[in-house]
């Protein structure tokens, strides 16, 4: 369906192309967006800005009618954060240093995570324009994510002391890339790292971990088969336009992706997570949500 979906918004392009009545012409501009979906305790998800480009190409099929296709590439992006009591897990060897222990400790958290979707997409539109200053139009958008990139921070404190000797406190960076990051993958060197002493197993044993300043995508994950993301959605679109002189115009656009953004394999709760340290994954459905400001002009 995508496949054939695609291959009609490029015949149609196409074709358009050999018709006195096309109009191609060029936009850009500023857009916001959020995923929208299901949420934790003092869990939020914000409009993030990024940009669009767009290459358009409208035919008119009467004089206030049109059928419009665009190429487009855009930045669809979010702001996660969350403020509140956070699990996380550490992976401490084991006394004969034979096997790895996640051990999972509670604290206060303020995890913060901004996620940029990179998309190419092909906008189908209908068209119309009641006066020579304005321009309605609505239809929908085929989606490909190209990638996700994740920028953000991690700051934990269990509640400890340094008095009684039982704190454990770090912060951390967040620099994703869900299409070439590995499990348990860190992005810095061996020097670059915070030293966490601590007894995690309460044997009356301190174990010594060391956590880079900065981790990847899957670092706190036991695998990273598949992909966190999808690569397809489908869009309602809906806006106008004002035409500043018969070229030139401004235009504004809501945007409403119908597909889940995000896999439940890898959308997992910040607040809860099984006795032997596995994480509890949920099946959210985060639907991306927006709108659009754009400068553009038809040759």
Do not use: C, W
């Not at 958008?141 to 190209?146: G, K, P």
């Not at 299409?179 to 044993?205: H, K, L, M, P, R």
């Not at 002189?245 to 945007?255: I, Q």
């Amino acid at each position: 369906m995508k496949k054939l979906l695609l291959v009609l918004a490029v015949v149609f392009l196409a074709s358009i192309g050999y018709s006195q009545d096309l109009k191609i012409g060029v936009r850009t501009g500023l857009n916001y967006y959020k995923l929208l979906g299901e949420l934790e305790n003092n869990e939020t998800q914000s409009l993030s800005a990024g940009f669009h480009f767009a290459i358009t190409g409208k035919y008119k099929i009467t004089e206030n009618f049109s059928a419009r296709a665009e190429l487009v590439y855009i930045q669809k992006s979010s702001l996660q954060e969350y403020n509140d009591n956070f699990i996380t897990v550490f992976n401490v060897p084991s006394p004969d240093g034979a096997n790895i222990i996640r051990a999972v400790e509670e604290g206060g958290n303020t995890y913060s995570l901004k996620r940029t979707f990179n998309i190419f997409s092909i906008p189908l539109h209908a068209v119309i324009k009641p006066t020579k200053k304005i321009e309605l139009f609505g239809g929908v958008d085929l989606d490909f994510t190209a990638g996700v990139i994740g920028q953000g921070r991690i700051e934990f404190d269990n509640g400890g002391t340094v008095e009684e000797d039982n704190n454990i406190s770090y912060n951390q960076t967040l620099n994703f890339n869900y299409s070439t990051d590995v499990a348990g993958q860190a992005n810095v060197n061996n020097n670059d790292v915070i030293t966490i002493d601590y007894d995690f197993d309460n044997d009356g044993e301190r174990d010594k971990i060391l956590l880079p300043k900065s981790v990847s995508a899957y670092f706190y994950n036991e695998t990273n088969e598949g992909k966190a993301y999808s690569t397809f959605d489908l869009a309602l679109t809906g806006g106008f336009a004002y035409f500043i002189n018969p070229g030139l115009y401004v235009r504004a656009t809501g945007n409403y992706g119908l597909f889940d953004s995000s896999k439940s394999a890898f959308d997992h709760s910040l607040q809860e997570i099984n006795l032997d340290g596995s994480y509890i994954f949920r099946d959210d459905k985060d639907n991306k949500i927006g709108f659009q400001v754009s400068l553009g002009f038809e040759f």
